[in-house]
């Protein structure tokens, strides 16, 4: 009966005419057939359009809030403005892969002068401020300008699909979306903490490690690194660092790689925080084998060479979290495991090694709102 | 596809609360108050009433406030 009704043939009509009855149910499937993509193309192009818009309102935000963060107390209001905008559209031109023997060292000399470049910039624009506060302006202009780099980008596919009419390119848009305003969203609550120079999720290296520095000598050992020395049952351990409590994730890779070859350790313990996998519990801590260590890979090509050369066996522990947690405010399920990994080092400690080795901990990650 | 890898976004934002614990080193008694500015992980603040020994802050975190 029901299958009839939809036909339009047999006894039920929805009008008494039979031209009219068939007109009604297979026009809008013939318009369907022939105009359902452009319908949905418009009705993707509506949805990005508000969700470019969103994005657009996060950016300007992050802006407004970036230079209310670095204009306080600063008279030249306008000029400072004027530099943040050069700033917010900073670019680094990575080196040429084609011919990838080497391309570590180009790698390694580009970042650090991009590092070095904005670190006089902003030394420049305010020559009396402490470092804590220099260093939390840099993190802070670093965010701002990640946000105005995901906006143009994702302005940039909805506008070549908009212009172009292209279905498939405005569909692949919408399906990497979610991710996208992930990303913003993380980039959103770390510009809060950043400023308030509170300790982020990745901050948990730097944390544990820095908890066994506490009152033995710190020594520099490379651009916003530390070492000190320090008795774990009866071996020397060398606990290497990032110097907080400024956002900064130091140079491990050059520190690590200059303590192998002068001190010549039997065993090298890395922590970090790692990336969580969706229905992983936060603050979780694992074990392993490998460098632990994230960024563009020129620390952790430095900590994989050396160590090989001199057959150094590398043992990673990791806390758990989501991309959100590692970049915003630590949450308290991932300060917490702060005495669990000490127990697992002390253990490992005990377990492979023997009295008065030398082993060097790294504590990997972002110092901010650290003190060691 | 590398994106799914760094999770999908909560469908409800957390608002989180800022703490600081502040613990004497040698009787080890943790005290949890509100974030203040200032404030860092392992800063040495007052001398302990029971023991003289320093109070340092040994953790600060973000909690959901408990609904009461
Ligand atoms: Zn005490």
Redesign the interface.
Known sequence: MDLIFIIGAGNTQITSNPILNLAIIYLPLALLILYGQKLQTWLITNDLSKTVGRLKEMKDKSRDETIAHITEGIDNKEETIKRLDSFLEYFTIMPVDLDPAGVINKLDHIMTSRDMRMKSEIKQLFPDLDELKANSIENVIEIATSFNFVYKIVRHFYLVGKKTNNFLLLAQLQM?I??L???A?ALNKAMATFK????IGD?IGP?IV??LM?EHEKHDIAVDTVYAESDISGRKAILVTAK??AGTVGQPGNAVQELINKENPSLLIMIDAA????GEKTGEVAEGIGAAIGGIGVDKFKIEEAATNSNLPVYAIVVKQ???EAIS????E???S?DTVHDIINRIIEERTNPNDKIIIVGVGNTI???? | MS????????KK?KK?T??TIEECVKCKKPVKRE?K?G?????ILDKCKDCNENIMIS?????EPKKN
Do not use: C, R, W
Request: net charge negative; proline share 8%; glycine share 8%.
């Open positions: 990497i979610p991710f305003m992930l990303q969203d308030k120079n509170q300790p901050a944390m820095g908890k506490l907080g409590p990336l969580k996998l969706e989501s991309l959100v405010l630590m949450t308290k991932i300060a917490e702060v709102g650290v003190i060691q | 994106l799914p890898i760094m999770g999908a976004p909560d934002a989180l800022v703490y974030f500015d404030d860092l992980v392992h800063k953790l600060i975190y973000g909690e």
